[in-house]
């Protein structure tokens, strides 16, 4: 049966994007991409590893130079109330909402929803 292994978000801004998605997906930059996110240190064009041992998918994120304005990507997460107010503080934007999730955008433009309870 075929399964996620990684998302891919392409984006500007590595330094602004990694953070934000490590947050909203609660998955840490491996040890190498952390040092380099601290250090301001990524080579043109390198990529971000977002990863969880023993827990999939990872997620990319990925320099790009040309980027359609949306689109780029789209999750579900799951969130609470709590959890919510850290990614809007973080920087998501609410869009519009739903009966059981609402739809925002991260700071790039890019949607995503976070999903009230586990479907």
């Known amino acids: 049966m075929p399964f996620i292994s990684s998302v891919v978000i392409h984006c500007r801004d590595p330094y602004l994007m990694a953070?934000?998605?490590?947050?909203?997906?609660?998955?840490?930059?491996?040890?190498?991409?952390?040092?380099?996110?601290?250090?301001r240190s990524l080579?043109?064009?390198?990529?971000?590893?977002?990863?969880?041992?023993?827990?999939?998918?990872?997620?990319?994120i990925a320099q790009a130079r040309e980027l359609l304005p949306v689109g780029r990507i789209h999750l579900d997460v799951v969130a609470d109330a709590?959890?919510?107010a850290a990614i809007v503080a973080a920087g998501a934007t609410l869009v519009r909402e739903q009966e059981d999730l609402s739809v925002y955008t991260d700071?790039?433009?890019?949607?995503?929803?976070?999903l009230h309870e586990r479907h």
């Open 43 to 60: 080579a043109d064009g390198e990529s971000v590893l977002l990863r969880h041992p023993g827990a999939g998918p990872d997620v990319w």
């Open 82 to 84: 709590a959890e919510r």
């Open 107 to 114: 700071p790039e433009g890019n949607e995503f929803c976070l």
């Open 19 to 39: 953070p934000f998605w490590s947050l909203v997906t609660g998955l840490p930059p491996v040890e190498g991409d952390r040092v380099a996110l601290a250090e």
